[in-house]
């Protein structure tokens, strides 16, 4: 029998990510149900060690061997930075800023409410062993999992909107603007939860370091043409990502400061949104994979469903809440905060993303990973079935309210 070389282990694992997921989303029509990035997630979790793994041991070894799931991790961690990045860079902190008593509410309670409703679910979580991770306090784990629990996944609901249709509509830019306020937030929280007292020096070194850069970078990117900006950018994310990741801070943290920090008007928008989707289609689904590749049930499969199950309800019920006081209080019309709620719940990536760190740092570990991935997922796959007939229903009556 020919024994396969690493080339030919690694090329095998690159058509099992590609093929796989796409196939059953092209021939199964779920894009209602669960967009192709939905079905990539998924498709990791079956491809990982929790189902393939244990269902076929052998097979599961002689694809994703050491050095070919290390080769994997590789691209992912570029991967990911690249499109965090872009989420940096595409935030409109001037439109939020203009309209900032409307959106600070709005933001305020879509990102506290479902953070307390999943703070609580974590401390219920936390009466058992198994989901705090060796290096996670109890403060750290309550938080992190709140926090995943409040994300709002903003590259995520782009992709929805333009679905939906509503992209430049303004409900669609309502919801960025609350959206962008709260993928601000999620940073900040993750900066004080990976806040490490041993190297403080180095991450006020990093702070110090990074306001002088980014006042260079900025007048830097402003002189020179658009072409040199995507290279001089990509050196800038690199550097901010190590100088981060030393720091103790992770690598995420430096790759959307290092996007958040520029000029999103110095970047031609068509080619920024075919570098987003280029980088979705072509490297994205490595890290879906390598995604799934950390999922476990070693808790038992069925106390992972459950508790996925409950931080589903806290995620996409206090999210729903927390848009409805919104709504209450800036005496927003029928119909709007029920739209707007279940497209901030979407989940994906960023939130993924999010626990991905927790779970390198070891605050939680591998089952509550796996909770919380299951939980964005299915909340993921709510968004479009849910919004369609509110925003049918909005469309209607702001069409009475015309013709009246």
Same mark, same amino acid.
């Not at 999210?319 to 709620?341: D, M, S, T, Y």
């Given at each position: ?10 090329? /095998? ?58 080769? /994997? ?5 570029? %991967? ?21 008593? $409307? ?149 995420? #943290? ?5 996007? %958040? ?36 049930? $070693?808790?038992?499969?069925?106390? #992972? ?65 796996? %909770? ?33």
């Amino acid at each position: 029998m020919h024994a396969m070389s690493p080339t030919e282990v690694f090329l /095998l694992a690159m058509l099992l990510i590609f093929s796989v997921p796409y196939l059953f989303w092209r021939f199964a029509r779920t894009d209602y149900w669960a967009p192709l990035v939905v079905v990539q997630i998924i498709g990791g979790i079956l491809l990982g060690p929790g189902v393939l793994g244990a269902l076929f041991p052998s097979y599961y070894s002689l694809v994703f061997t050491p050095a070919t799931i290390g080769s /994997l991790n590789g691209i992912a961690w570029w %991967a990911v930075m690249l499109f965090v990045w872009i989420a940096g860079i595409e935030l409109d902190l001037g439109e939020a800023w203009r309209r900032r008593g $409307e959106t600070s509410v709005t933001a305020g309670f879509a990102l506290v409410t479902p953070l307390l409703a999943g703070s609580a679910a974590a401390l219920l979580m936390l009466r058992y062993p198994g989901w705090a991770g060796p290096a996670g306090a109890r403060w750290q784990v309550v938080l992190g999992i709140g926090m995943a629990c409040a994300v709002t996944a903003l590259p995520i609901l782009v992709l929805f909107l333009e679905k939906l249709d509503i992209l430049r509509a303004p409900l669609g830019q309502r919801t960025l603007r609350y959206a962008s306020l709260d993928d601000i937030a999620i940073w900040g929280v993750l900066a004080l939860i990976l806040l490490d007292w041993e190297r403080v020096g180095r991450q006020a070194a990093f702070l110090v370091g990074f306001a002088v850069a980014t006042w260079a970078i900025r007048r830097l990117m402003a002189a020179i043409t658009e072409t040199d900006r995507w290279y001089v950018s990509l050196i800038w994310l690199a550097l901010c990502g190590l100088s981060a990741d030393w720091a103790g801070l992770h690598f995420m #943290v430096g790759a959307f400061l290092a996007g %958040a920090v520029l000029d999103g008007k110095l970047f031609d928008r068509a080619r920024m949104d075919q570098f987003r989707h280029f980088v979705l289609i072509a490297i994205m689904p490595v890290f879906f994979l390598s995604t799934g590749l950390r999922t476990q049930f $070693e808790v038992g499969g069925g106390a #992972v469903f459950a508790a996925a199950a409950l931080l589903l309800v806290a995620s996409v019920g206090g999210k729903l809440l927390g848009v409805r006081i919104a709504g209450r209080l800036l005496k927003w019309g029928k119909g709007e905060a029920g739209a707007i709620g279940w497209l901030l719940q979407t989940k994906a990536l960023i939130m993924i993303i999010f626990v991905n760190i927790l779970l390198d740092k070891k605050i939680i570990t591998n089952d509550a990973f796996t %909770a919380l991935l299951l939980m964005a997922i299915a909340s993921t796959m709510l968004t479009i079935p849910m919004v369609t007939p509110r925003l049918r229903a909005l469309g209607a009556r702001m069409s009475e309210r015309a013709d009246g």
